[in-house]
């Protein structure tokens, strides 16, 4: 199986499956001196970390990150840094519970990768889906977590703005409430209302959808390229790879659509360190290229597809049949793509902040 890369100079190798022995990446391309410890690294795992509520699934990993190469003491300072070497990180899995996909290995799960990897390849890991499982995207919060050492005075943050049908109050928005709840939502009163609501979803079986939308501050002007290097274009690439998302927009995007000219252009004025905007619909970028306001993008994450309402499928053999799929899954996966989302965003400045530093000095 090829393309499990991303990123160009800031580049990002993930491997293992989510029943298998562990899961990991290697990143390459990080800058040497960088100072770097496991414990950073962990920070960012514990917050995608399963089992943390009742909101999202069951299953018990600790995600205990190790650092296998690219890192050592500085010989005068004793610091640990990083050595320009490719970072290698490894994720132990610890419990995986095969047995509860056996009665669904040969039928294919509705919503799931399950009929597309068979067509592709000919077979699949029916033991919760392998590489198209979430539990890989713990690797990409590990690679993020590197990203974000790369980025002085950068800040990339995430909150879930919406689930199902009910938006959070903008007036409302207060990002250190993100951390006060289990939905990673910055309005504490739609976060009460959410708590109610997703335990009828998770009571009856079923799941429900979500928008996330990230917001990175401090990103320089001058990131990007026109045409075939945007950056809206690698972070619309890097937030549609993350599991169960199905659109992702950069500053007003689909609302743009009904705005007048007037109204979309974010007009300018000379301030006292230069031009500045005076409303940010493009989402901080122009062109491709960062304008030095924030970047802010948003993505709509589906239902969960493993529920417990029976389904309508096929088999292997090409039979009709029906499915019910057991195990432990979230009721909202958009919940815990807050931390990815982040990691995500974070590997693209950081691949673009190393190119640009390459191209113009």
């Given amino acids: 199986m090829s393309h499990n890369t991303f990123g160009h100079m800031f580049r990002v190798t993930t491997f293992g499956e989510s029943h298998g022995p562990a899961i990991g990446c290697v990143v390459d391309g990080c800058p040497p001196m960088i100072p770097l410890e496991a414990a950073e690294i962990q920070l960012d795992l514990d ?5 943390q509520s009742r909101f999202t699934t069951q ?5 205990a990150v190790k650092i296998l190469s690219g890192v050592m003491a ?8 990083t050595t320009g070497t490719p970072i290698a990180l490894l994720i132990e899995n610890t419990d995986q519970r095969s047995k509860d996909y056996s009665e ?13 990897y068979e067509a592709k390849y000919g077979l699949r890991d029916y033991r919760g889906g392998g590489r198209s499982s979430a539990r890989e995207t713990a690797t990409r919060v590990a690679a993020g977590a590197i990203a974000r050492k790369v980025l002085p005075g950068v800040n990339v943050r995430a909150a879930l703005v919406q689930m199902g049908p009910h938006k959070i109050a903008r007036e409302n928005w207060n990002w250190e409430e993100v951390g006060n709840n289990p939905f990673f939502c910055p309005d504490a009163e739609k976060a009460a209302f959410y708590a109610d609501y ?3 979803i998770r009571k009856s079986g079923s799941s429900i959808g979500a928008v996330i939308e990230v917001v990175a501050d401090g990103v320089p002007a001058g990131l990007g390229a026109p045409i075939y290097g945007k950056i809206d274009s690698d972070i619309a690439a890097a937030l549609m790879s993350i599991n169960a998302v199905k659109g992702v927009e950069i500053g007003d995007g689909f609302d743009a659509a009904a705005l007048t000219g007037e109204e979309n252009a974010d007009e300018m004025r000379m301030g006292n360190n230069g031009p ?13 290229i960062s304008t030095g306001q924030s970047i802010i993008a948003r993505f709509a994450v589906k239902p969960t597809s493993s529920i417990l309402s029976p389904r309508k ?3 292997r053999a090409g039979t009709d049949t029906d499915i019910l799929t057991k195990g432990r899954h979230d009721p909202c996966v958009g919940i815990r793509a807050v931390p990815v989302a982040e990691a995500m965003v974070a590997c693209v400045i950081a691949d673009h ?4 530093r390459g191209q113009v000095g």
């Fill in 353 to 356: 902040f190393i190119r640009h």
């Fill in 59 to 63: 299953r018990q990993e600790p995600d």
């Fill in 313 to 315: 499928t096929v088999d």
């Fill in 104 to 116: 669904i290995k040969d039928k294919f799960r509705p919503g799931h990768a399950d009929f597309t």
């Fill in 198 to 200: 997703l335990d009828g």
């Fill in 47 to 51: 917050r995608r970390r399963p089992g």
């Fill in 276 to 288: 500045t905007f005076m409303s940010n619909h493009a989402g901080g970028i122009l062109g491709g």
């Fill in 74 to 81: 500085h010989p005068q300072t004793g610091v640990q840094v």
